[in-house]
């Protein structure tokens, strides 16, 4: 007599499972179980960091607040590196673009602190150097110029000098040297010229006769400028 296994017996005995049957799928997890489980892993976590640990990702959290918020509607006065001032229009001006940006507070500082550090010095050495250059060609054009310049120049300057010492006050004679606009051959220029019409022989030949009654030229030049006769 021969034996027969049937299928359903064949699954009995631990063969392949039935038609219907499946290893994983079937049951279902508890709704917020796994919430649950990834709060609990979470604050097990946390209760194991240190004070330091806790403080820093505090720290981190809130800053990723503020970071996603952007731009403040106004921002917190910025502060500035020791020894240095910038104007308040241009301080105006970087609040605008970094509004425009959507910076941070923190952002717009760290943005202004790179700029400080790093910009401004080499900004402020070549404007000194540029400075320094036109300071040079002034003198240069001045010690060449042609009409007070060459072999009369020395003597100019003398007669420039003492125009200056007559008319200017003291701070303007300080604000001449302290610009370098006494460099500059216009400016020597004019104080050649007012020297030279400060010439004793210049004011004698222009002191021609005038009727009786009358002021000449240089009874006008002595009432307009009388420390020039003194």
């Not at 079937?26 to 649950?36: D, H, I, K, L, R």
């Not at 240190?50 to 990702?57: G, Q, V």
């Not at 507070?105 to 602190?113: G, H, I, S």
């Not at 500059?184 to 004011?203: A, C, N, T, Y």
Request: no cysteine.
């Amino acid at each position: 007599m021969s034996e027969q296994v049937t299928a359903g017996a064949e699954g009995e005995a631990g063969g392949a499972p039935v038609a219907g049957e499946t290893i994983l799928g079937a049951g279902e997890v508890a709704p917020g179980a796994e919430a649950e489980a990834t709060a609990a892993a979470e604050a097990a976590r946390v209760a194991a960091l240190t004070p330091e640990e806790k403080a820093a990702e505090e720290a981190a959290a809130a800053k990723a607040e503020l970071d996603a918020k952007g731009a403040p509607e106004k921002y917190e006065e910025f502060k500035t590196p020791e020894n240095t001032k910038l104007d308040p229009a241009i301080m105006d001006t970087f609040s605008t673009k970094a509004r425009e940006l959507n910076l941070t507070q923190d952002k717009a500082q760290a943005l202004l602190d790179w700029y400080a550090k790093e910009i401004l010095p080499n900004s402020a050495a070549q404007q000194q150097e540029q400075w320094s250059n036109t300071l040079s060609a002034w003198k240069d054009a001045s010690k060449s110029d042609k009409e007070f310049g060459g072999d009369k120049f020395d003597a100019n300057i003398a007669l420039a000098q003492r125009a200056l010492n007559t008319f200017a006050t003291p701070e303007l004679g300080k604000y001449v040297v302290d610009s370098g606009l006494g460099n500059h051959p216009e400016f020597i220029r004019l104080m050649v010229r007012v020297g030279q019409s400060m010439s004793e022989d210049k004011f004698i030949k222009s002191n021609s006769s005038a009727p009786s009654g009358e002021k000449t030229e240089l009874d006008v030049q002595k009432a307009m400028y009388p420390t020039m006769f003194k």
